[in-house]
């Protein structure tokens, strides 16, 4: 079993539906990170989180520590939010990070 | 700079051959990260800069690879005697601070293929 999960794997929204990506982890952390790749490859940081919520724009990430469990949601989405969206923990000082292996987002005009 | 920069973009290399990625990150980030995606594959860690400390080298794959930084500024990746299954996207981010305090700035990634 991965340490980090995502799902779902694939998701294929209309525009303007809200969205929830959703990343559970089995490893103690202090941080998590969600970053977004787009087609091209280039990849964003959106958010780093180590307690509560965040918010930018349309998007809002959560965390659960408790629960070992975080949320990306993204609200009244739109085409150019299709990219891949990847889930990513850091345990302790460790400069690893333990990736998921990312939820495709397609939003269909 | 602006971002972090890398170079070369692509290269193309034989089988047994050496080389050499460069990351050049944003001017004040401490921290610098070396990831590799491959074709198809979720991101892997490689290996982790902190300032003037010892490098966090436990994702490397093979004693092949090797990475240097310079103080807090330039680092290089080396892969010798190359193979087939290196063939990947190069990722490089950098943070202004530790693990727990700064947010990621990647590059946009070195792709190497070797025939």
């Known amino acids: 079993k991965n340490e980090v999960e995502q799902s779902p794997q694939n998701l294929t929204a209309q525009e303007g539906e809200f969205i929830t990506i959703n990343c559970s982890y089995s490893?103690?952390?202090?941080?998590l990170h969600w970053l977004q790749q787009h087609p091209g490859g280039g990849i964003v940081s959106l958010f780093m989180l180590s307690s509560g919520k965040k918010k930018h724009g349309r998007l809002i990430a959560t965390i659960n520590i408790q629960e070992k469990h975080s949320s990306l949601h993204i609200t009244a989405s739109h085409p150019r939010d299709s990219a891949v969206y990847i889930c990513a923990v850091r345990r302790g000082s460790q400069g690893n990070l333990i990736f998921g292996k990312g939820t495709k987002l397609s939003v269909k005009p | 700079g602006a971002g972090v920069s890398q170079s070369p973009s692509n290269k193309v290399t034989e089988k047994g051959k050496d080389v050499e990625l460069r990351c050049d990150p944003i001017?004040?980030?401490?921290?610098l990260y070396w990831y590799r995606q491959r074709l198809g594959q979720g991101l892997e860690f490689l290996i982790y800069f902190q300032g003037n400390s010892a490098p966090d080298k436990s994702g490397l794959p093979s004693d092949r690879f090797s990475a240097e930084r310079t103080g807090e500024s330039v680092s290089t990746l080396t892969i010798q005697r190359t193979q087939q299954e290196d063939s990947a996207v190069y990722l490089c981010a950098s943070s202004w601070g530790g693990p727990n305090t700064g947010e990621l700035f990647f590059g946009e990634g070195s792709r190497l293929t070797v025939l």
């Open positions: 490893v103690g952390i202090s941080a």
């Open positions: 001017s004040g980030h401490t921290a």
